[in-house]
């Protein structure tokens, strides 16, 4: 593979720099850096600040608002809007059910939700997960009965990312026989967040972030208009759905920044012996031994987003990035807190899940999100399926086994 930049896609990279350089607020930028979390208003912002400049829509082919761009390009965005530190976008509404709608939703349906996906006026969630459904999806047991010209949805999701900010769900339900565990009765439902019936219910995560929630449904009214594709074959929509969710879940662009920022600060902080970190060997074996594997797996996602852009399903490629990706960030996450030594020991809500400015130019202070990040990525090798099923599934699929 050509790993050298054509004068065009060079072009594009500058295009792409002197947007960031010039739209990218401040604040936002200032919160991605330090680690500290986002308010939905500040991810609303910038999301919109991109959908105005037509390029919200990363991976959407051109004739529903998309960019329509090649891997290449794609690839060259992700990467400079890490390197900018501009937020990630919220994947639910973007990078999930957004491709689900426009591959298998009506006209009707295209056009009631692609464009406020598009514009961020609209946030969903995803209802897969529940109680006793998390690995073993299909033993979901949330159930909808139809009623007429709509169903009758009852159970409880849980896991639910945002759910306390989405304005739609999509969801998987049971429309077969509760006492049949089976894939050929499973449907996929859009549902409203302000049906009645329905109650979110905070989960606090180790790092004090209230990000996940379960769902309660309790004869939540659907309209069979909100149902994507035909019923009893959701399933086959929530695969094509789980393969886009666990490739852009490898994060290679955001791994490589914060790799790059640990090289930075290390070169400030004092090793306890009269020098720095940097100098240290041990850590230096450490961080070239995470470039190399950055580096493999920067090669695995092109490849995966060229299979994608000539209408190839990623396979098991998706399990391999998550896999790979999130171990690689999980490690990055575990040198930043054996860095910060002692300064990674203070809780500071105020500077992680509220506004007060980190100084980045403060070593000690540099430090100060890094713990609670630690504790809240962990959930990486959990969610998008975990990653013990990622490797049955490649164990199956690549080895055989
Ligand atoms: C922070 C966070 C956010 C999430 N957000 C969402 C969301 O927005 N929407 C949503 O629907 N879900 C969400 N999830 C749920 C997530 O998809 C599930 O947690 C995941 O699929 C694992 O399911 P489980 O938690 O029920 O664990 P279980 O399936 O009970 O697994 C427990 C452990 O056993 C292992 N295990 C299970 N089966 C096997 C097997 N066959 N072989 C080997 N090992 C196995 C698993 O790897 C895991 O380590 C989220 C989870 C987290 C942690």
Same mark, same amino acid.
């Given at each position: ?80 809007? @890490?390197?900018?530190?501009?937020? /990630?976008? *919220?994947? &639910?509404? %973007? ?7 426009? !591959? ?73 026989? @509760?006492?049949?565990?089976?894939? /050929?009765? *499973?449907? &996929?439902? %859009? ?7 329905? !109650? ?202």
């Amino acid at each position: 593979m050509n790993a050298e930049l054509s004068s065009d896609d060079l072009d594009f990279q500058d295009e792409v720099r002197r947007f960031l350089g010039s739209e990218l607020p401040d604040d936002i930028r200032g919160r991605v850096e330090s680690g500290g979390r986002l308010s939905k208003e500040q991810h609303v912002r910038w999301q919109k600040v991109v959908y105005e400049r037509g390029w919200a829509g990363v991976n959407w082919p051109r004739q529903y608002g998309g960019t329509g761009w090649t891997p290449v390009q794609k690839h060259i965005f992700e990467k400079e809007c @890490a390197r900018a530190y501009a937020p /990630e976008f *919220i994947s &639910f509404g %973007l990078k999930m059910v957004g491709p689900v709608i426009y !591959t298998f939703g009506t006209d009707e349906q295209k056009q009631r939700f692609l464009p406020s996906i598009l514009s961020s006026d609209t946030w969903w969630c995803q209802g897969y997960s529940e109680p006793n459904a998390g690995s073993d999806l299909v033993a979901l047991t949330t159930t909808a009965v139809r009623r007429g010209d709509h169903y009758v949805v009852n159970g409880a999701k849980t896991w639910t990312t945002y759910a306390h900010r989405a304005d739609w769900m999509f969801c998987l339900v049971r429309t077969g026989a @509760a006492d049949v565990k089976s894939q /050929e009765a *499973i449907t &996929f439902l %859009l549902i409203d967040m302000t049906s009645p019936g329905i !109650t979110v219910s905070p989960i606090i995560t180790l790092d004090g972030a209230h990000e996940v929630n379960e769902v309660f449904l309790n004869d939540v009214k659907v309209p069979v208009d909100n149902r994507i594709g035909e019923e009893n074959k959701g399933w086959s929509y929530a695969k094509f759905l789980l393969n886009h969710e666990r490739t852009n879940i490898a994060k290679v662009a955001i791994s490589r920044q914060r790799l790059s920022q640990l090289k930075s600060l290390l070169l400030v902080t004092p090793d306890g012996l009269g020098g720095f970190l940097s100098d240290d060997p041990a850590f230096s074996r450490k961080l070239a031994e995470l470039e190399i594997e950055l580096k493999a797996l920067e090669f695995t996602e092109l490849r995966t987003l060229s299979a994608l852009s000539t209408g190839e399903s990623p396979g098991p490629q998706s399990s391999i990035l998550k896999v790979c990706g999130t171990e690689v960030a999980q490690r990055i996450d575990e040198l930043f807190v054996e860095a910060a030594g002692m300064a990674g020991l203070p809780y500071r809500p105020d500077h992680y899940l509220g506004n007060a400015e980190v100084d980045q130019a403060g070593c000690v202070e540099s430090y100060v999100n890094r713990t609670p990040w630690y504790f809240n990525n962990r959930k990486a090798s959990i969610y998008g399926g975990s990653n013990e099923i990622q490797k049955n599934i490649i164990a199956k699929t690549v080895l055989g086994i």
